[in-house]
Structure formats: C-alpha cells, structure tokens
C-alpha cells in the first residue's frame, strides 16, 4: 500500500474502512429487529391460536379430545396449564386438610 501523506486522503481511507465495519451493525441491527417483530408475531398467534380452541371448547359445543381426533391438538400453552392444573388439583385432593378423618387430636382446652 503506498504511503499517504495528505491527511485528506488518509481520514478518507480511514472512513471507508469504518463505513464497511459499520455496514455490518447495521445488518445485525436489521436482523435483530426482523427477528423481535418475528416472536411478537409468534406471541400473537400462539394466543389468537389459543383463544380460538378454547373459544371451540367453550362455546362451540367440542371436546378436546374430539377436536384431536378431527387432528387439531389443543395448543402447546393450554396443555401445560391443562396439566398444572391437574396437577394441583390432584395435589389438593391428597392433602390432609381435605381428608376426611375422625381422629384429629386437639388438645384440651384449646377447643
């Protein structure tokens, strides 16, 4: 490369050298903000998704498991509350406050 000796010429050298690093921000920038609006749009459709199976269970008269047979699979978000909520529900029913036992032990004079 040959010398420059005009600072003019340098600082133009120097810019194009910065401009073509910047070209590359620029581009992840692009990119990252193609890829948010993508999971928003996810977002949104992962809910209108949802509300629409249960909008068909609620109101439409279908089972869950009907509308699996037909090949619509409840959403991946409604299983896991789903089974959550089982889980709870399962947790509740064991527990020993919902047992019904005749012989609790409380002590005298606290009754």
């Known amino acids: 490369m040959a ?3 005009d600072p003019q010429q340098a ?3 120097a810019q194009r050298l ?3 690093r910047m070209d590359y921000v620029r581009r992840a920038i692009t990119a990252r903000g ?3 609006d993508a999971r928003e749009a996810l ?3 992962e809910k209108n998704d ?3 199976f249960q909008a068909a269970v609620n109101n439409g008269g279908w089972s869950a498991d009907e509308l ?3 090949g619509l699979t409840a959403p991946d978000k409604i299983q896991r509350v789903q089974r959550r909520r089982r889980a709870t529900k399962q947790t509740a029913d064991s527990s020993p406050s ?3 036992s005749g012989d609790v032990n409380v002590p005298e004079g606290d009754s």
């Open 3 to 5: 010398k420059l000796t």
């Open 11 to 13: 600082e133009e050298a």
């Open 18 to 20: 910065l401009n073509d």
């Open 34 to 36: 193609a890829l948010d």
């Open 43 to 45: 977002k949104e459709a």
């Open 50 to 52: 949802a509300q629409a």
């Open 68 to 70: 699996r047979k037909i």
């Open 98 to 100: 919902n047992q019904a």
